[in-house]
């Protein structure tokens, strides 16, 4: 059975969104949505559209779509990178407060 995102979207679709935005690494951009997620479970995920748990002063940000999310992650994350291993860039960045992020990244 295929998680679904928001609208019935599958994890193919995301991935697909991924792709098509010209995300680089989007084996890796869908292990976040779908860590983040909890596997597209997440009341964050259902309510706010938001694949990624990017936040704003006020808490986790709206988006009408989900693929606005993906959006935000390739103009607030994605257009930081500029090659070499993508990980590392994530680690680099800050991107996650859980130290052990990278590692539970990795078995997605």
């Known amino acids: 059975m295929m998680a ?3 609208t019935a979207q599958t994890v ?15 084996s890796i951009v869908l292990a976040q949505a ?8 997440s009341r964050v995920c259902k ?9 704003t002063k006020r808490g986790y940000k709206t988006y ?5 999310s993906v959006s935000d992650y390739k103009r607030l994350i994605s257009s ?8 590392a860039f994530l680690r680099r960045i800050g991107y996650a407060e859980d130290k052990n992020y990278i590692t539970k990244l ?3």
Not at 34 to 41: D, I, P, Q
């Open 106 to 108: 990795k078995k997605f």
């Open 12 to 26: 193919s679709e995301v991935k697909a969104e991924i792709i098509r935005q010209g995300i680089p690494c989007p």
């Open 4 to 6: 679904t995102v928001g």
């Open 80 to 87: 930081r990178y500029h090659g070499g291993d993508y990980y």
């Open 64 to 68: 009408r779509r989900w693929q606005d």
């Open 34 to 41: 779908r860590l983040e997620t909890g596997n597209f479970t």
């Open 47 to 55: 309510t706010k559209h938001n694949l990624f748990g990017i936040r």
